[in-house]
C-alpha cells in the first residue's frame, strides 16, 4: 500500500514570497490533516478536511495560509506571504473516517523561509 | 483547550536499559491517547494506542504504556531498549469522538551502544 505523499520534500524562500504544499493522501482515505511542526516542538494542526469538505481550520492563520482539496483526494496547502516564522515542516497525514481513524503521516516538507 | 506535556527533552540510555517517557495531558473529559515515534529520516508512526479497556496498551517493537486516569499520564515503557530505539518519541491526545490530535513536544531518545 503507498503512503502519503508529499512535494516537494524542501523549499527555500524568502519572506514576502509564496509557497505552495502538495499532498496526495492514502487511497480511500477520506480524512485529510495538515499539520505544523516547528523546530523543537510536536506538530500543531492546521486544517482537516473531510472529502472535499473543510471540519476543522481554527488554527489555520487565514491571513496567509489557506488549504484546498477540491476532488476530495490530493490537497494543497498555500502561504502567501510567507514571514520568518513560517519556517518549519509541514506534514500531510490521512485516515479513514471510521474505525480507529488512525493517522497516518507523510514525510513532510521542510520549509525555510529566509 | 487540551495540552500534552512531555517532562523529558532529551534522554540518553546505554543498551539494555529499561526506559519510561513521561507523558501527562490536560484535557476535560474522555481522551484516546497516543504514542508516535519518528526514527531518523522517516516518517512519523503510531507506536502504540489507548482508546478503552485495559489501561495496559502493548505496541510494536516491545513498547507498552499505561494510562493513569487519576493522574492524567500514560507513560511510554520498554523494560531493555536497543540501539535501533533511537528516535523522537511523541505523546498526543485525542478528545473521544473528535480523532484530532494534539501533540507534545516529543523526547529525543539515544541508545548509546
Known amino acids: 500500500e503507498a503512503g502519503v505523499a508529499q512535494s516537494p520534500r524542501y523549499k527555500i524562500i524568502e519572506k514576502r514570497q509564496s509557497v505552495a504544499f502538495w499532498c496526495n493522501p492514502i487511497s480511500g482515505h477520506a480524512t485529510l490533516y495538515w499539520y505544523q511542526q516547528i523546530l523543537g516542538q510536536g506538530p500543531k494542526l492546521l486544517i482537516q478536511?473531510?472529502?472535499?469538505?473543510?471540519?476543522?481550520d481554527s488554527q489555520l492563520p487565514k491571513d496567509r495560509f489557506s488549504a484546498e482539496r477540491l476532488k476530495g483526494v490530493d490537497s494543497t496547502l498555500k502561504i502567501q506571504p510567507a514571514k520568518l516564522e513560517d519556517s518549519a515542516v509541514y506534514l500531510c497525514?490521512?485516515?479513514?473516517?471510521?474505525?480507529?481513524?488512525?493517522?497516518?503521516f507523510g514525510p513532510g516538507t521542510r520549509l525555510t523561509v529566509t | 483547550a487540551q495540552s500534552v506535556s512531555q517532562h523529558n527533552h532529551h534522554v540518553i540510555l546505554s543498551e539494555a536499559a529499561s526506559l519510561e517517557l513521561g507523558c501527562n495531558y490536560s484535557?476535560?473529559?474522555?481522551?484516546?491517547l497516543f504514542w508516535y515515534v519518528q526514527y531518523p529520516g522517516q516518517h512519523l508512526q503510531l507506536l502504540l494506542k489507548?482508546?478503552?479497556?485495559?489501561?495496559l496498551v502493548k505496541g510494536i517493537k516491545g513498547f507498552e504504556a499505561e494510562f493513569i486516569k487519576s493522574k492524567f499520564s500514560f507513560n511510554l515503557r520498554k523494560p531493555s531498549v536497543q540501539w535501533s530505539d533511537t528516535a523522537e518519541y511523541f505523546c498526543a491526545v485525542a478528545g473521544a469522538g473528535s480523532y484530532q490530535l494534539t501533540f507534545g513536544k516529543g523526547t529525543k531518545l539515544s541508545v548509546i551502544p
Open positions: 478536511f473531510q472529502n472535499n469538505g473543510v471540519v476543522d
Open positions: 484535557y476535560g473529559g474522555t481522551v484516546n
Open positions: 489507548y482508546f478503552s479497556g485495559d489501561p
Open positions: 497525514a490521512s485516515s479513514l473516517d471510521h474505525g480507529s481513524h488512525e493517522q497516518y
